[in-house]
């Protein structure tokens, strides 16, 4: 049982001592108040462990990739036990950034040139006190790919890497274009839907590290990236593996659902503003092509993309765009085994868009869903400042294939 599980008799009694240690006069001395306050947190337990905390629905037709899954990385088959104040998605999603700690990294960054003249800023994690595997040649190797706006610094990433360094690997972030403070060097920022960025610079790590087990990892916009580069590909890659989390499967209904007002009022017109924030730098670059400020009173996520993004990968119209950006068109290509966490409260990726018979088509893929923690939220414990449900996922998958991949690989 996971350090956060609970049950009701766990619930009554810590709340019954708390009471009866804290409470003791005004409204709550008469024993009326204890009472009701007593009723109210036994209800809510109930509630909440019949309805809130569930095992996720583990989605996958290998019957080789699941017995796989169930012995190597049982958290995906174990009751997922959402933090109790903060099980709703959105909430999830909002405090997630605020709750989580951030461990400390040390990044080397790495700039490499593109073959239009751009460049990548990469951010390595060494690992070079690991024990595990001191022969860094040897050292299997995890490339992080953050969401839409984020980079190496994201809480969500730092957490990777300190997983990742407990286990000895060596991890290494792609940045996308112009936003982890390096210069654009050509009008060209990124977009989910074009993988040439990807390609390079897992080819580059692969070649300087070609003995060494090699996966990737990818959040959000990071995730569809990586599936799209994965449905592109097929088998033809260097990577063993890879894992999902919280992706947009369907770019269409993920827009429409974040254009719902309170979504819009919440999330939208934020991201919209951070997308606006990361090309305001570099406009004197970006002003040789595009209407800049046409693009800055943009108000919506689609409007951004309309006025900028699929202009600047030459799409004839945003549907176009959007319709190649969605990783649910390619996932019946992808030959490598994926994992994939979604919860099915996520706003940004609704639940009615993950593909799940098209999962079902493919035996390298298998599906995590959750009934609660939002977009990169799966909140657990009581204060949830450390490790996430996705952290834990995250962790016993790369174990896994690095460890006991040889397994799967047969499939």
């Not at 996971?2 to 804290?22: G, H």
């Not at 951010?123 to 839409?148: C, H």
């Amino acid at each position: 049982r996971p350090p956060c599980a609970m049950d009701w008799q766990v619930l009554t009694r810590e709340l019954t001592l708390y009471l009866e240690s804290q409470v003791r006069v005004g409204f709550f001395g008469s024993g009326v108040g204890l009472s009701l306050v007593l009723g109210f947190g036994v209800a809510y337990a109930c509630y909440y462990l019949n309805s809130i905390a569930k095992k996720p629905q583990l989605v996958a037709s290998n019957d080789r990739f699941c017995r796989f899954l169930e012995e190597y990385c049982p958290v995906v088959t174990e009751t997922y036990y959402p933090t109790i104040w903060c099980w709703e998605g959105r909430v999830q999603t909002l405090l997630r950034p605020f709750i989580t700690s951030r461990p400390q990294v040390q990044y080397r960054n790495e700039l490499i040139k593109t073959a239009d003249g751009g460049q990548i800023s990469l951010d390595w994690f060494d690992n070079n006190d690991s024990s595990y595997y001191p022969d860094a040649s040897t050292r299997p190797t995890v490339l992080l790919l953050p969401g839409l706006t984020g980079t190496s610094k994201e809480s969500y990433i730092l957490h990777m890497i300190h997983q990742s360094e407990t286990l000895g690997y060596r991890c290494v972030v792609f940045n996308n274009r112009g936003i982890a403070g390096e210069e654009l060097l050509t009008p060209r920022t990124y977009c989910a839907a074009n993988t040439e960025d990807l390609e390079a610079v897992i080819h580059h790590v692969h070649n300087l590290h070609p003995s060494a087990p090699f996966m990737a990892a990818g959040v959000s916009m990071g995730g569809m990236l990586l599936l799209n580069y994965l449905g592109k590909t097929g088998r033809d890659t260097p990577l063993m593996a890879a894992a999902i989390f919280s992706a947009g499967w369907n770019v269409f209904e993920s827009v429409e659902s974040l254009e719902k007002p309170l979504n819009w009022l919440l999330f939208n017109y934020y991201l919209t503003t951070c997308l606006q924030s990361s090309i305001s730098r570099h406009r004197q670059m970006l002003e040789k092509l595009f209407d800049m400020d046409l693009v800055m009173k943009a108000r919506t996520v689609r409007e951004f993309d309309k006025q900028f993004t699929s202009v600047m990968f030459g799409y004839r119209s945003i549907d176009d765009y959007y319709e190649d950006a969605s990783p649910c068109r390619k996932l019946k290509s992808v030959g490598i085994p994926v994992l994939c966490l979604n919860s099915v409260d996520d706003v940004f990726s609704p639940a009615h868009a993950i593909p799940v018979e098209t999962a079902k088509q493919n035996a390298n893929v298998a599906l995590v869903l959750t009934s609660c923690g939002g977009h990169i939220g799966f909140l657990e414990g009581i204060w949830p400042r450390k490790c996430t449900y996705m952290d834990r996922v995250f962790k016993q998958f790369v174990q896994a294939v690095f460890e006991h991949g040889n397994k799967i690989f047969s499939m």
